[in-house]
């Protein structure tokens, strides 16, 4: 079997179109586009790649983009405030904490001052809190809106764009961080997959993973997953970023695994593109949200 | 095989004791036992009934519990004032929501006025989320302590109180529920247990079962696992609570599972009588962590 491929960057223009057309009706009802505010602290350059691309992501469509560049040794309380600051400023409608932060910060009292309407990045706990509580899709949701991280909402919008059937399959989640694997376990779980969670403790992955029918590795391994680790015709997401001599490779085996699978997404080109226009979704809701309750 | 009996009512024992230690080293340095309101809407007997064992529990401790009976059909602007002010009153530790509560009660807007710190039965969005974003144990948990639902909790006090190893091992949840299943299975993988969550729309089941080194019914469900769902020597929880012809039995098919499980807790007498404990140890915690705070 040779697999197919679930382009990324196809998926994401069309949802792009979508963010694009929803937060050109924001603009148009409220005199303003949907704008994010990206906390940078120091000069990580990784941090400062990340922000000049997203720059250029929101400002193609539009959206706004404010950075806010900090001295790396800002004390925590003057971060907090300025995070504060921002959470009760009208005219900013999502805030990003662009990583790495520096280590004298501790990101509980940040996450604290950042007000869950604006947490784009779905880090705050009463997002992921919401998430785990809400309903399975179809019935009502039961909890307030939610903000899911962008990885793995990028995954399930993969999954809907190619008509992938989710409800009474098992995914097998390889990889449990709060930005990606826990999430992604959650909202696998409210579209009625029956859901596995692996990770650094779990003995004979190989066995487990070979369970799903769709097979998510979220856990930044170079080619960890090989490729008779698969369910033949399984659906595979890969989520990982890892380099190798300089080569960008996901957490899967792409070579072997596209033998074996029946779908699956490349790295690069894959769920990254899909991430970034999720980013820019997040933003829109937050601030349709934020502005009826104005 | 024949299973050895985890004995719920040992364990609650144990647990009660410790309780009670850490309840008086509260009213010996703040002068007062710690407290927990139950507000109840209307008459339905079983919350009655509930409120009645509650009072017991707590009283046979010395701790306090305080009834607020309200008319069934309260407005819920009215339910929720009452809600506030028990959340902003510094002599109640804790807050219990008895169910059922009525129909034009919007639950989401009840939880919202829920202090996050007095949710002695986890039920507030941000208690789920921070366990939901809890490191695994042993390391930092890089989120603010957390409530959990009595329920799943207690089945992980009966798994620490029987030295049952978790962490490599496949937990297999069958139940999803808010208050049991997805807490108990955020638990189990917060212990590094590989896990898998079941529910109504599983396909193959009893397979899935049979995969699982601990086993947990929480699906509600009379004697819904089968003997031959049970991998031979698997550890058994059942957190069923279900009555056929007057008899109170658990979700597994306890006879036939005896023969093959390795532990098992029976119904009633297994995880029952630790999630009673399990509510008295949150409120006891809540009344600490807030008197540290004031």
Redo the contacts between chains.
């Keep these: 079997m040779t697999a197919t491929i679930l382009d990324g960057n196809e998926a994401a223009r069309s949802l792009r179109a979508e963010v694009e057309t929803r937060a050109g009706a924001f603009e148009a009802r409220y005199g303003r586009a949907p704008a994010v505010s990206a906390v940078r602290v120091g000069d990580d350059p990784g941090a400062a790649y990340y922000e000049r691309s997203l720059a250029r992501s929101f400002g193609r469509i539009g959206m706004g983009f404010r950075p806010h560049t900090l001295p790396l040794h800002i004390a925590e309380a003057e971060l907090v405030a300025q995070v504060e600051h921002l959470s009760v400023d009208p005219e900013v409608d999502g805030i990003i904490l662009l990583e790495p932060l520096p280590p004298h910060i501790d990101?509980?009292n940040l996450k604290?001052a950042l007000s869950p309407g604006k947490d784009v990045d779905g880090i705050?706990?009463?997002?992921?809190?919401?998430l785990?509580?809400a309903a399975?899709v179809g019935r009502p949701q039961?909890?307030?809106p939610c903000l899911v991280p962008a990885t793995p909402a990028g995954g399930m919008a993969i999954l809907r764009y190619y008509d992938v059937p989710i409800?009474?399959?098992?995914a097998v989640v390889v990889g449990?961080s709060?930005i990606v694997g826990?999430p992604l376990a959650?909202l696998l779980?409210r579209a009625?997959a029956?859901?596995?969670?692996?990770?650094s403790?779990?003995?004979d992955l190989a066995t487990?993973c070979r369970?799903g029918d769709i097979l998510c590795g979220a856990v930044g391994s170079a080619r960890l997953i090989k490729g008779d680790w698969i369910k033949p015709g399984a659906v595979v997401l890969d989520f990982g970023v890892n380099f190798v001599e300089g080569e960008m490779v996901g957490d899967v085996a792409f070579q072997e695994a596209t033998e074996v699978a029946g779908m699956i997404t490349p790295v690069p080109g894959g769920t990254g593109p899909v991430t970034n226009v999720m980013l820019m979704w997040n933003v829109v809701r937050a601030a349709e949200r934020q502005a009826q309750v104005i």
């Design positions: 990101r509980t604290r705050h706990p009463l997002n992921i809190g919401r785990a509580q399975p039961g909890v307030d409800a009474g399959r098992h449990r709060n826990k959650l779980l009625n029956t859901v596995t969670v692996c990770h403790r779990t003995r487990i369970t």
